[in-house]
Structures are given as structure tokens and as C-alpha cells.
């Protein structure tokens, strides 16, 4: 789970404010409102009411709340960018995120920070899950985060299309990156081989050296004879 929910509870309020909007008193007195009316409404099987253990309360908010913590100090938790906030008699988990730990897990929380640099971690490392995944909807989030880069630098000459690309690039770093083997056994070795003309394949083959995870046996395949016969001689000149 992202940062600040680890702890989460049979029923969970959360406000969302983006980086246009600001934490505020009202909106706390108006999450505590959406929380007793629910409460009030949502009993269990022999209709009585939850315990107020059974509840969790979230602010996520994209910026940090300087002018609110001047009179309402948030306190921080073990998690980065998390903290606690007492409000009457009920405590609200506050997530900053723009301030939460810059890791894979929290890539959710990252695609909607402000800072460029964080929309791209998240962009790179998030995965959806959504049971019924469509691209439609992957576009609609692409979307949304390119147009958070235009109000970031309103006068950055940035396409979409720029945007999708870089988009591409990283993600296919990161993959390769974190597991490289992983990534060519997505290829089929003739597709790859095809893309190298005979003497890339057989420049400085040897007993003991692969090209691209491929076995010296692999790079031969497919080339015909006299290739191999003319490479072998020029290798036997040469030496």
C-alpha cells in the first residue's frame, strides 16, 4: 500500500485536495460531517452502528499546508510526507504529497503531486489494477498528468506526444534496470538476431561471449555458409 495507508480500516473518508486547492478548517469540519452521517447510516448486520475503531479519516492534500499548521500542527509519523492531525475527538491522517518518500509503492500518490519530478517517478513505476483495465482510461490519466506539466511551466514547449514518449523510455529503463533477463525473454531470439546484419553478429564471437543473452550457437543460426566462411577467413588473416 501507498505510504499513510497501511492502517486502513473497515470503512475509510478520505478529502482530496490538488494543488490548486488548500487544506483548511472547513474542509476537516465538513470530512467529520461526511463521517457521522455515514456512520449514522451504515450499521452493521443486527443494525447498530460501528465502532469509531471500525473508521478511518484521510486528508490527502498535494502541497504542504504551511499557513493551516501555523494553527493546527500536524505531527509527523514514521512515513515521510505522513502525519497525524487531532480534530475534536478524532484523528485524521494527513498525507503531503509532495513530501512523501519517493519509492515505487507510492507511484499512486505520486502521479498526482505537483512537482514534475515526482509525476515522472510515478509515471514510471505505476501499475494499474483496475478490474476492468481500458485504454480509454489509461489515456484519460495520461492526460491528466500532461496537463499538470502545463500549468507546473505554462510556457514549456512540451506535446503530448513528447510527453508519451519520455513516458515510454522510462518505464522501459526501469524494467531493464531492475531485471534485464527478464526483458529479453519477451523477445523471440530470430526477431532480435534480424535486427543485426551478419557482421554485428559475428564481430569478436567467441566460446564465452553472448550477444544480448544470446549463445554463440543462436547467433550463427540463420546465416548461411559462405558468410560464416568469409568472416572465419578474414579472423584467420587477421591473427
Known sequence: MPDGLENLRAHNLLTYKSHHEALTAWVLD??????????????DAQGKRHPVSAFGLYAVVTRYPHHFERHHPLHPTAWQGV????????QIRVIVLNRIAQHPRNAAWELFAS???????????????????????HWELLEYLYQLYRREVP?????????????????IEEAIRNDPEAVLKRFDPEAVLKRFDPEERLRGLD???????LDPEERLRGLDPATIEAWLARQRRNH
Do not use: C
Open 83 to 90: 502525519y497525524h492531525l487531532a480534530w475534536g475527538a478524532q
Open 207 to 213: 566460446p564465452e561471449e553472448r550477444l544480448r543473452g
Open 155 to 171: 510556457e514549456m514547449a512540451y506535446s503530448m506526444e513528447q510527453f508519451l514518449r519520455e513516458a515510454h523510455d522510462m518505464a
Open 30 to 43: 465538513e470530512l467529520i460531517g461526511h463521517y457521522v452521517n455515514y456512520r449514522k447510516l451504515k450499521t
Open 115 to 137: 512537482e514534475q519530478h515526482r509525476i515522472h517517478q510515478g509515471l514510471a513505476h505505476y501499475r494499474a489494477r483496475h478490474p476492468h483495465p481500458s485504454r480509454h482510461g
